[in-house]
C-alpha cells in the first residue's frame, strides 16, 4: 500500500472519531494503486535530460514496432517543437516526415514550422500537447505501422496542414498523400495519409512560395492544404511503410480503419500492458515501480519488426524479399545489447530473440561477405564500435535452448566476422595485417604517442583501440569454442578456446591492469591508467579508460581473480576503482572522457562495459558487497526523474541492466547459462515464462534499508550460493530472500 502521510489522521483520531473513517481513506488509497496497470508506471520523460551526451527520448511506439516518435526539439528544455512527427527512422535519429498545422494568415508559411508548446502529456503509446501561441490542441495515437493525429483549431478562419518530406516527394491524389524520402544506402520510408475532410486547395512551397501544385520534390518537397472555415478539427490518419507507397496504404488500412483516436489510443495500451506484463512486481515503493516499469518500456524500442504483409526491404542488398513466416528484425546497435538486453529478450520472449537472430542470417546472406553484423540499422550495417559480439548473443540464445534460427548459418556467419572481417573498430573491411598480427601473436598492436597509422583498416578518429579490441575479440571467441563445441566442430574448438585466452598477452603483472603493448611485445610507457589515449581514450581503449577495461573478461573470472593475485586482492582492486578520484577537474575528465559518465570514483554506470562490473564480488566470495553496490548504483544512477538516466541509454542497452537488477539477478556472461544474484527491489516479482511457467522471486522486508540478503531459498530449499542458473527459471518455482539491513558476510560464499 502507499504510503500517505496527512496530518489530519492524528487530530482525527484524538478526537474520537470513528476508526472507519481512517480506514475508508486507505481503502481509497489503495484502490486507486490498484487500478494502475503497468503501462501507467512508465515515465517517457525519466532522463530526458542528459547529464552530458544525449538524452534518453520520450518515444511513443508499440514493442518492436517500425513506427516511432518523439517530440523533434534540441532537448527537453528546448522551447520550441519543430513541427509534429511522423517517423523517426532510427533510434536517436530525426524525423523523417513532418506535419505542421496552423491557421491560415496567422503566420508566415514555411515547410516546418516551429511551435511554443504546453501541456505535453507523452505516453508509450500517446501523445497530446497544446500549440499555445497558434491556439491548435493535438493529440496522437500509435499503432505498429500506423497512425492518428487529431487536430482542434480554436482560432476561426482556413485551417492549413502542411506536409514534409526532407529529402524526397509527396504527391496529393484527390483521396490522400503519398511520399517517400530517401534516408541513405538507397534506403527510403514512404507515407501515406488521409485526412477526414476535403481540402479546397493543395499548393507547394518553393522558396518561400506558394505554388498551384498537387505534388512536390527535391529538398524540403511539401504540400499544403487548405480547408474550409468550417473544419474546425481535422483527423489525419497514416500508414508508414520500407517497400513502398502502395504499402503504406495498405498498413494504414489494416490497422487504423477510420478516425477513432480514442479507440487507437485504447488498442496501445492495451498492447502495452501484455508486454509489460509479462513482469508483475509488488511492494510499497512506488517509485521502484516507475523505474522498472519506464526500463522495461525502453527495451521494447528496438530491434524493430520491419515485416509488412509477409515481406520486407532489407537495406543489406537493397531488395524486397517474402519472410516466409518469419519476421525481420533490424536496428539494433549488438555492442550496447548483447550484454543484457539479449539476454531479456531470451528470458522473456523467446520466439522474438529466435526471430531476431535468424534476422542476423538473413543479413549475413545478404551482405557481399557472409559475416554477421555488428550494428544493423535501417539503412544496413553501420560496423560501428569494436568486436564482434553478435556471437555472444547467438550464443546466449543456443546455451538457453533457443532453437528456432538456423545455428549452422549462424556460426558460419560469426567466425566470419570474427576470423575474415577486420578487427579493426568501425570497419567493414577484410582482415589484414592488423589481424595477421593478433593470430600471431595473440594480441592488437598499439602505436606509441605520435607514431603514425600504417593500417589503412583502422578508423582516424576510432583508432586501433587494441587493449579494448584484444579484451573483446578473446571473449567472441570464447563464445565461437562455445558454439563450435555444441556443433561438434572439435578443431574450431580447440582452436578457438586457445585464443580465447588472447587477454593474457596485454595483462601488466606489476599494475595489475591491461596494457597496451607495441609490436614488439614492450608495453607502452609512460602510462596513465586514467588518460593515456587521447580522445576517449581509443588510442588504447574505447570510450571508457583502463579501470573499466580492466574487468572485461566476462568469460574467464577465476582467471582473472588469479592473474589480480587471488579472491581478497581482487575485491581490493574493485573497491580502489570505487574510490580512485578522477584525476583531474571534471572539465577536465569529461572533456576528453565524455563517455565515462555516471562516475564513482574511477567506475562508469553510463556506459555498457561496466555493467557486470558491480556482479563481480560474487566471484571473490563477498557477494555482500555485490548487494551494496547494485541498490546503491541504481539508487544514485536511476531515478524517477528528468536526470534519471546516468547516460547514453542505447535503446535498451542500460535499461536492461536495470530490469534483472532489480528483479535480483543479472547475466554477467552472456553465453553462460548462469545469473549472479544480486538485492531484489520488490517484495514479490512474478516472472511469465513462455512455457507456461512462471518463476517469482520474493523479496520479506525488501526497502532501501534492507538490502542484505541474510537467507535465501530455492523452492523450499536453503540456496548459499550467489547464482541461479536459466534451468532453475525455466522449470518454474520461487527464489525467496530474507532481506535485512546489515550483511550477513557469510552468506553467498558456497560453491554448491
Same mark, same amino acid.
Given at each position: 500500500?502507499?504510503?500517505?502521510?496527512?496530518?489530519?489522521?492524528?487530530?482525527?483520531?484524538?478526537?474520537?472519531?470513528?476508526?472507519?473513517?481512517?480506514?475508508?481513506?486507505?481503502?481509497?488509497?489503495?484502490?486507486?494503486?490498484?487500478?494502475?496497470?503497468?503501462?501507467?508506471?512508465?515515465?517517457?520523460?525519466?532522463?530526458?535530460?542528459?547529464?552530458?551526451?544525449?538524452?534518453?527520448?520520450?518515444?511513443?511506439?508499440?514493442?518492436?514496432?517500425?513506427?516511432?516518435?518523439?517530440?523533434?526539439?534540441?532537448?527537453?528544455?528546448?522551447?520550441?517543437?519543430?513541427?509534429?512527427?511522423?517517423?523517426?527512422?532510427?533510434?536517436?535519429?530525426?524525423?523523417?516526415?513532418?506535419?505542421?498545422?496552423?491557421?491560415?494568415?496567422?503566420?508566415?508559411?514555411?515547410?516546418?514550422?516551429?511551435?511554443?508548446?504546453?501541456?505535453?502529456?507523452?505516453?508509450?503509446?500517446?501523445?497530446?500537447?497544446?500549440?499555445?501561441?497558434?491556439?491548435?490542441?493535438?493529440?496522437?495515437?500509435?499503432?505498429?505501422?500506423?497512425?492518428?493525429?487529431?487536430?482542434?483549431?480554436?482560432?476561426?478562419?482556413?485551417?492549413?496542414?502542411? $506536409?514534409?518530406?526532407?529529402?524526397?516527394?509527396?504527391?496529393?491524389?484527390?483521396?490522400?498523400?503519398?511520399?517517400?524520402?530517401?534516408?541513405?544506402?538507397?534506403?527510403?520510408?514512404?507515407?501515406?495519409?488521409?485526412?477526414?475532410?476535403?481540402?479546397?486547395?493543395?499548393?507547394?512551397?518553393?522558396?518561400?512560395?506558394?505554388?498551384?501544385?498537387?505534388?512536390?520534390?527535391?529538398?524540403?518537397?511539401?504540400?499544403?492544404?487548405?480547408?474550409?472555415?468550417?473544419?474546425?478539427?481535422?483527423?489525419?490518419?497514416?500508414?508508414?511503410?520500407?517497400?513502398?507507397?502502395?504499402?503504406?496504404?495498405?498498413?494504414?488500412?489494416?490497422?487504423?480503419?477510420? $478516425?477513432?483516436?480514442?479507440?487507437?489510443?485504447?488498442?496501445?495500451?492495451?498492447?502495452?500492458?501484455?508486454?509489460?506484463?509479462?513482469?508483475?512486481?509488488?511492494?510499497?515503493?512506488?517509485?521502484?515501480?516507475?523505474?522498472?516499469?519506464?526500463?522495461?518500456?525502453?527495451?521494447?524500442?528496438?530491434?524493430?519488426?520491419?515485416?509488412?504483409?509477409?515481406?520486407?526491404?532489407?537495406?543489406?542488398?537493397?531488395?524486397?524479399?517474402?519472410?516466409?513466416?518469419?519476421? $525481420?528484425?533490424?536496428?539494433?546497435?549488438?555492442?550496447?545489447?548483447?550484454?543484457?538486453?539479449?539476454?531479456?529478450?531470451?528470458?522473456?520472449?523467446?520466439?522474438?530473440?529466435?526471430?531476431?537472430?535468424?534476422?542476423?542470417?538473413?543479413?549475413?546472406?545478404?551482405?557481399?561477405?557472409?559475416?554477421?553484423?555488428?550494428?544493423?540499422?535501417?539503412?544496413?550495417?553501420?560496423?560501428?564500435?569494436?568486436?564482434?559480439?553478435?556471437?555472444?548473443?547467438?550464443?546466449?540464445?543456443?546455451?538457453?535452448?533457443?532453437?528456432?534460427?538456423?545455428?549452422?548459418?549462424?556460426?558460419?556467419?560469426?567466425?566470419?566476422?570474427?576470423?575474415?572481417?577486420?578487427?579493426?573498430?568501425?570497419?567493414?573491411?577484410?582482415?589484414?595485417?592488423?589481424?595477421?598480427?593478433?593470430?600471431?601473436?595473440?594480441?592488437?598492436?598499439?602505436?606509441?604517442?605520435?607514431?603514425?597509422?600504417?593500417?589503412?583498416?583502422?578508423?582516424?578518429?576510432?583508432?586501433?583501440?587494441?587493449?579494448?579490441?584484444?579484451?573483446?575479440?578473446?571473449?567472441?571467441?570464447?563464445?565461437?569454442?562455445?558454439?563450435?563445441?555444441?556443433?561438434g566442430k572439435t578443431e574450431d574448438y580447440e582452436k578457438f578456446i586457445k585464443l580465447s585466452q588472447n587477454y593474457r598477452n596485454l595483462f601488466n603483472q606489476e599494475t595489475k591492469f591491461f596494457h597496451p603493448k607495441d609490436e614488439k611485445g614492450k608495453f607502452i610507457e609512460p602510462f596513465d591508467?586514467?588518460?593515456?589515449?587521447?580522445?576517449?581514450?581509443?588510442?588504447?581503449?574505447?570510450?571508457?579508460?583502463?579501470?573499466?577495461?580492466?574487468?572485461?573478461?566476462?568469460?574467464?573470472?577465476?582467471?582473472?581473480?588469479?592473474?589480480?593475485?587471488?579472491?581478497?586482492?581482487?575485491?581490493?582492486?574493485?573497491?580502489?576503482?570505487?574510490?580512485?578520484?578522477?584525476?583531474?577537474?571534471?572539465?577536465?575528465?569529461?572533456?576528453?572522457?565524455?563517455?565515462?559518465?555516471?562516475?564513482?570514483?574511477?567506475?562508469?554506470?553510463?556506459?555498457?562495459?561496466?555493467?557486470?562490473?558491480?556482479?563481480?564480488?560474487?566471484?571473490?566470495?563477498?557477494?555482500?558487497?555485490?548487494?551494496?553496490?547494485?541498490?546503491?548504483?541504481?539508487?544514485?544512477?536511476?531515478?524517477?526523474?528528468?536526470?534519471?538516466?546516468?547516460?547514453?541509454?542505447?535503446?535498451?542497452?542500460?535499461?536492461?541492466?536495470?530490469?534483472?537488477?532489480?528483479?535480483?539477478?543479472?547475466?554477467?556472461?552472456?553465453?553462460?547459462?548462469?545469473?549472479?544474484?544480486?538485492?531484489?527491489?520488490?517484495?514479490?516479482?512474478?516472472?511469465?515464462?513462455?512455457?507456461?511457467?512462471? $518463476?517469482?522471486?520474493?523479496?520479506?522486508?525488501?526497502?532501501?534499508?534492507?538490502?542484505?540478503?541474510?537467507?535465501?531459498?530455492?523452492?523450499?530449499?536453503?540456496?548459499?550460493?550467489?547464482?541461479?542458473?536459466?534451468?532453475?527459471?525455466?522449470?518454474?518455482?520461487?527464489?525467496?530472500?530474507?532481506?535485512?539491513?546489515?550483511?550477513?558476510?557469510?552468506?553467498?560464499?558456497?560453491?554448491?
Amino acid at each position: 500500500m502507499l504510503k500517505i502521510k496527512i496530518p489530519q489522521f492524528t487530530r482525527i483520531w484524538n478526537k474520537g472519531r470513528n476508526f472507519a473513517t481512517v480506514a475508508m481513506i486507505f481503502i481509497s488509497v489503495a484502490q486507486v494503486q490498484a487500478q494502475k496497470t503497468e503501462v501507467d508506471y512508465v515515465n517517457p520523460y525519466m532522463g530526458n535530460i542528459s547529464h552530458l551526451l544525449v538524452p534518453t527520448y520520450p518515444t511513443v511506439h508499440l514493442p518492436n514496432s517500425l513506427l516511432r516518435v518523439y517530440p523533434e526539439r534540441s532537448d527537453y528544455t528546448s522551447d520550441r517543437l519543430r513541427g509534429l512527427p511522423l517517423i523517426v527512422t532510427s533510434h536517436r535519429g530525426s524525423s523523417a516526415f513532418n506535419l505542421s498545422p496552423l491557421t491560415a494568415g496567422t503566420r508566415d508559411i514555411k515547410p516546418i514550422l516551429n511551435y511554443s508548446y504546453d501541456q505535453e502529456i507523452i505516453n508509450p503509446y500517446s501523445y497530446s500537447v497544446y500549440l499555445d501561441e497558434d491556439n491548435i490542441d493535438v493529440k496522437f495515437a500509435v499503432s505498429h505501422q500506423a497512425a492518428i493525429y487529431e487536430l482542434d483549431f480554436e482560432k476561426s478562419g482556413q485551417n492549413q496542414l502542411i $506536409f514534409n518530406s526532407r529529402r524526397g516527394e509527396v504527391k496529393w491524389d484527390n483521396t490522400g498523400i503519398s511520399g517517400s524520402q530517401d534516408i541513405g544506402n538507397n534506403t527510403k520510408v514512404y507515407i501515406y495519409a488521409e485526412i477526414d475532410q476535403k481540402p479546397t486547395s493543395v499548393e507547394s512551397i518553393v522558396k518561400g512560395q506558394l505554388n498551384k501544385a498537387s505534388d512536390a520534390t527535391g529538398e524540403q518537397a511539401n504540400l499544403i492544404l487548405t480547408f474550409p472555415n468550417s473544419a474546425q478539427k481535422l483527423k489525419v490518419r497514416y500508414g508508414i511503410s520500407f517497400i513502398d507507397a502502395a504499402q503504406a496504404k495498405a498498413n494504414l488500412n489494416r490497422e487504423i480503419k477510420n $478516425f477513432d483516436l480514442a479507440k487507437v489510443k485504447e488498442n496501445g495500451k492495451a498492447i502495452w500492458n501484455k508486454a509489460l506484463g509479462k513482469l508483475k512486481v509488488e511492494g510499497n515503493n512506488e517509485n521502484d515501480k516507475n523505474i522498472f516499469y519506464t526500463s522495461l518500456y525502453r527495451t521494447f524500442e528496438r530491434p524493430v519488426n520491419i515485416s509488412e504483409d509477409g515481406r520486407y526491404y532489407s537495406a543489406f542488398d537493397g531488395k524486397i524479399h517474402t519472410d516466409e513466416g518469419v519476421p $525481420f528484425f533490424t536496428d539494433d546497435w549488438i555492442w550496447d545489447s548483447y550484454r543484457a538486453h539479449h539476454p531479456l529478450n531470451v528470458l522473456l520472449d523467446t520466439k522474438k530473440e529466435g526471430n531476431i537472430l535468424q534476422s542476423f542470417v538473413r543479413m549475413s546472406e545478404q551482405m557481399d561477405n557472409f559475416w554477421l553484423p555488428t550494428f544493423p540499422e535501417i539503412t544496413g550495417d553501420s560496423r560501428r564500435m569494436n568486436s564482434n559480439h553478435g556471437v555472444a548473443a547467438i550464443l546466449d540464445a543456443y546455451e538457453k535452448g533457443i532453437r528456432s534460427f538456423n545455428i549452422e548459418e549462424a556460426y558460419r556467419a560469426a567466425k566470419g566476422a570474427i576470423t575474415e572481417k577486420t578487427l579493426a573498430p568501425w570497419s567493414g573491411k577484410p582482415a589484414g595485417k592488423l589481424d595477421q598480427f593478433f593470430y600471431e601473436k595473440g594480441y592488437i598492436p598499439a602505436l606509441h604517442p605520435g607514431e603514425k597509422e600504417t593500417i589503412p583498416e583502422v578508423n582516424d578518429f576510432e583508432k586501433r583501440q587494441p587493449v579494448a579490441v584484444t579484451l573483446g575479440t578473446s571473449y567472441d571467441l570464447w563464445c565461437l569454442a562455445q558454439l563450435a563445441k555444441q556443433l561438434g566442430k572439435t578443431e574450431d574448438y580447440e582452436k578457438f578456446i586457445k585464443l580465447s585466452q588472447n587477454y593474457r598477452n596485454l595483462f601488466n603483472q606489476e599494475t595489475k591492469f591491461f596494457h597496451p603493448k607495441d609490436e614488439k611485445g614492450k608495453f607502452i610507457e609512460p602510462f596513465d591508467y586514467v588518460f593515456s589515449g587521447g580522445q576517449g581514450a581509443r588510442e588504447y581503449y574505447g570510450e571508457n579508460n583502463a579501470w573499466i577495461y580492466r574487468w572485461d573478461v566476462q568469460h574467464n573470472i577465476p582467471d582473472l581473480i588469479q592473474l589480480m593475485g587471488g579472491n581478497e586482492q581482487f575485491v581490493n582492486y574493485l573497491d580502489e576503482m570505487f574510490i580512485q578520484p578522477l584525476g583531474r577537474s571534471k572539465f577536465d575528465f569529461y572533456q576528453q572522457l565524455p563517455d565515462h559518465t555516471g562516475n564513482v570514483g574511477q567506475f562508469s554506470m553510463a556506459n555498457e562495459p561496466s555493467l557486470h562490473i558491480p556482479y563481480l564480488y560474487n566471484y571473490a566470495g563477498q557477494p555482500w558487497k555485490t548487494q551494496k553496490r547494485i541498490k546503491t548504483l541504481i539508487k544514485q544512477w536511476f531515478r524517477n526523474d528528468l536526470m534519471g538516466v546516468p547516460g547514453d541509454e542505447d535503446g535498451g542497452g542500460l535499461s536492461s541492466f536495470v530490469v534483472f537488477s532489480q528483479l535480483g539477478f543479472y547475466p554477467v556472461t552472456p553465453g553462460s547459462a548462469l545469473y549472479s544474484i544480486g538485492s531484489p527491489f520488490f517484495d514479490k516479482a512474478v516472472i511469465q515464462l513462455e512455457n507456461g511457467k512462471t $518463476f517469482t522471486v520474493i523479496a520479506k522486508n525488501a526497502s532501501d534499508r534492507n538490502k542484505y540478503i541474510q537467507s535465501a531459498k530455492l523452492n523450499g530449499k536453503p540456496l548459499n550460493k550467489a547464482e541461479i542458473s536459466h534451468k532453475d527459471i525455466l522449470n518454474g518455482g520461487t527464489l525467496e530472500f530474507e532481506m535485512v539491513d546489515k550483511a550477513n558476510k557469510n552468506w553467498g560464499i558456497s560453491s554448491k
